[in-house]
């Protein structure tokens, strides 16, 4: 019962962190104001940032950088990615979206 109750700790703890961590990282859609985008745009962007674009790296924060040094890194990044015209707008529109929000959220 006692060692049970610890470990219950243990997981939501550590639910917490990786929730906070992740939520900084690439944001759910469920927290994006969406704008004109549709979420399933959003969801394609979000799946393409966690899952191409870390394929050689881990995914960077998307707060870590300016919409202007975006500009700058994405085309490069797309093309190593080898992304088509639409899923480069899905990924863009994500991008921008949790620029937004994690401005507006930042501590
Ligand atoms: C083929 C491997 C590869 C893929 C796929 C890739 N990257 Fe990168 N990425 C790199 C390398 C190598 C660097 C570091 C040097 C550079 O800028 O080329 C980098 C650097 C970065 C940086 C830091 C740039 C800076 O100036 O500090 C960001 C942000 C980034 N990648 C985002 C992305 C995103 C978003 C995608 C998906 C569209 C992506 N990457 C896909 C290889 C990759």
């Not at 060692?3 to 994006?32: N, Q, Y």
Request: hydrophobic share 40%.
């Amino acid at each position: 019962m006692k060692s049970r109750k610890r470990i219950w700790i243990a997981t939501s703890a550590l639910a917490v962190a990786g929730c906070v961590s992740a939520t900084r990282i690439a944001p759910p859609v469920s927290e994006l104001q969406s704008g004109a985008a549709f979420p399933q745009q959003l969801e394609r962007g979000r799946r393409l940032y966690l899952g191409a674009c870390g394929s050689c790296h881990a995914p960077y924060a998307i707060d870590e950088y300016s919409l202007a040094q975006w500009d700058r890194i994405l085309p490069e990044m797309v093309r190593k990615t080898k992304l088509d015209a639409s899923d480069t707008d899905a990924l863009r529109t994500y991008i921008v979206a949790s620029h937004e929000y994690l401005a507006q959220t930042a501590p």
